[in-house]
């Protein structure tokens, strides 16, 4: 309620406090001898006083009611035809103040629909992209699958199609493992469990498990690491994320390449690089490649879901670092891992 509108109230029942005073003194002060009579004259204009005075008052009030309940009613009906109510935040009625807790209400009730619906989108993108990874390896393995069962196939052939009904096979695990490890740590499920030791140990674990791989490619690998920088970290989260970059780089660098892993540290993070001489990354996917299933069109044939970047930036961010990324097309690429030297 407003200033004006108190203003107006505490008038109205001053005048009739007034009325009502008056009314009394000269009864009393014309009565020399109070009878019944005029007693009950007294009486029942006292009572017809109080009557108009309750009855001014309750037009007044439901004036006032009503009035309330149009602006909040109109504010309502704004709010849920998405429009802006229209307030007067200057005003201290009591319709305005309502109204402001309702449009706070709207507001927060918007944001939270919002965000349930991004969840949900992303919920669905995912499926997308599951259903899109599953795809493949099945179809292969059921076509494998009845072309052995239906036909008479020549031993050598048969021994051809059950290796790549394997590679599917493996290629499903993979996926799923991938798929396991990325909802256990979206999900915190998985709590990193950080130990200060020396990073050089962690990093030749990651290099020995992408040795072979490399061999087979006749790639070079180098690394130019030294023992003795200790920091806190999870090892064995911390090699997961480094051995994905360096099976990214091992899959994306041609035969004869060079992969080099290095680090150094600075007064408050230590940083892992990892350079190649591979294929290179076009500027316009640099963001891109750490989404979840992402894979460029020109690597569509190597093997790999697209999940390796995405869990070692998260793997890193969980640790309270960071992942950059630098790279020319056709002249290679490095990956910068950031860890903090504290424990955080």
């Known amino acids: 309620m407003s200033k004006k509108r108190s203003g107006e109230t505490v008038c109205y029942w001053s005048v009739f406090a007034l009325i ?23 009486c029942v204009g006292f009572a017809l006083a109080m009557a108009v005075m309750v009855f001014l008052g309750y037009r007044m009030h439901r004036r006032i009611y009503l009035e309330l309940t149009g602006r909040i009613c109109s504010c309502v009906d704004d709010l849920i035809a998405g429009k802006e109510p229209q307030i007067n935040r200057e005003e201290e009625r009591i319709s305005s103040k309502i109204a402001a807790k309702l449009e706070t209400l709207a507001e927060i009730t918007r944001h939270t629909v919002e965000e349930s619906n991004g969840k949900k989108t992303e919920v669905q993108q995912i499926i997308s992209d599951i259903s899109h990874q599953l795809k493949t390896p099945i179809a292969n393995i059921l076509m ?16 051809k199609f059950l290796e ?21 740590l979206e999900s915190n499920l998985i709590v990193l469990k950080k130990s200060e030791g020396d990073l050089y140990h962690t990093l030749a674990r990651a290099v020995a498990a992408v040795t072979l ?43 004869g390449g060079t992969i080099t892993i290095s680090m150094c540290q600075w007064q408050i993070y230590t940083k892992i690089s990892i350079r190649d001489t591979g294929i290179g990354i076009d500027p316009e996917h640099r963001n891109d490649i750490f989404k979840r299933f992402y894979r460029e069109n020109k690597v569509h044939e190597a093997k790999g879901i697209g999940v390796g970047l995405y869990l070692a930036r998260k793997i890193i961010s969980l640790q309270g670092g960071y992942v950059s990324v630098r790279s020319k097309p056709g002249e290679g690429t490095e990956f910068s891992l950031y860890l903090p030297n504290d424990q955080r």
């Open 213 to 255: 791989s490399a061999q087979e490619k006749n790639l070079t690998v180098k690394a130019e690491c030294r023992e003795g920088i200790r920091l806190w970290h999870d090892p064995k989260w911390t090699e997961e994320a480094v051995f994905n970059v360096l099976d990214n780089a091992v899959k994306y660098t041609p035969e």
């Open 164 to 184: 790549v009904l394997h590679q599917q096979v493996r290629k499903l695990e993979f996926l799923v493992q991938a798929l396991i490890k990325m909802s256990r």
């Open 20 to 42: 009502m005073a008056a009314f009394l003194c000269t009864v009393f002060l014309r009565a020399k001898v109070w009878s019944v009579e005029r007693i009950q004259v007294s």
């Open 144 to 159: 494998y699958t009845d072309t052995i069962r239906d036909c008479e196939l020549p031993r050598e052939e048969e021994v």
